[in-house]
């Protein structure tokens, strides 16, 4: 079967670190995703890892464990503009594209 | 700037209606995805296409259908609309093995 989880919501206070974590159990494994969505708005895609390791882009940074199925979505110097859903995603391995979604995290960051 | 574009943002239809949700990408994506969002469900696959007039069923296809005769368009169909299709529709796009899938905006569909 296919299952993504993902905590439902988290607060944090602004210029603070979260992290965001992802565990899946998938029949197959091409890459997983992070994307932001914010309220009324389109997912945004926001990073990849088809490795192990962290990739770093900006004040955001993802983690991918294969051998664990696991990642997390790390957010640094948090603004209010962070304020949103993150849907983490694995993609189908039969080159399709498709995604499977979690159920997504809505953060909150406070002042 | 990649543009995928859906038809309407809002739609009110009544139970029983046929109702189409048309979705155009612009930047000659091969894979196009229907997906529809619920609180605490995320994101769920209804239909996507590999190519025009290829189509196959996602995780939820029952009560719907989907068309693709052009490459830019895929259009999403529910042939007697239902209370419980009341949600959000997002449409996606990308290139076969791509990193990125697009998205549109969403139309909030409310079946009364």
């Known amino acids: 079967g296919q299952n993504i989880d993902q905590p439902t919501e988290m607060t944090a206070t602004e210029g603070a670190i979260v992290q965001i974590n992802c565990t899946y159990q998938t029949s197959g494994f091409n890459g997983l995703f992070w994307y932001q969505q914010h309220a009324g708005e389109a997912p945004t895609f926001l990073s990849y890892?088809?490795?192990?390791g962290l990739e770093e882009k900006g004040r955001f940074s993802s983690f991918l464990s294969r051998s664990k199925g696991y990642s997390y979505l790390l957010l640094k110097e948090l603004q209010m503009k962070d304020s949103a859903s993150y849907l983490c995603?694995?993609?189908?391995?039969?080159?399709?594209?498709?995604?499977?979604f979690g159920q997504g995290t809505t953060l909150q960051v406070k002042p | 700037d990649v543009k995928v574009t859906q038809s309407s943002r809002y739609l009110v239809k009544r139970t029983g209606e046929k109702v189409f949700l048309e979705c155009v990408q612009d930047?000659?994506?091969?894979?196009m995805f229907w997906y529809r969002q619920d609180p605490g469900l995320g994101l769920r696959l209804i239909y996507f296409s590999y190519d025009v007039k290829m189509k196959e069923k996602g995780d939820i296809p029952e009560g719907y259908s989907v068309s693709r005769e052009k490459k830019e368009r895929f259009s999403l169909i529910l042939e007697s609309a239902s209370t419980n299709q009341t949600s959000m529709y997002l449409c996606?796009?990308?290139?076969?093995?791509?990193?990125?899938?697009?998205f549109g905006q969403g139309t909030r569909l409310t079946v009364v």
């Open positions: 930047m000659d994506h091969e894979n």
């Open positions: 996606a796009s990308s290139f076969p093995g791509s990193t990125e899938a697009f």
């Open positions: 995603a694995v993609r189908d391995p039969s080159n399709t594209g498709k995604l499977i």
């Open positions: 890892n088809v490795l192990d």
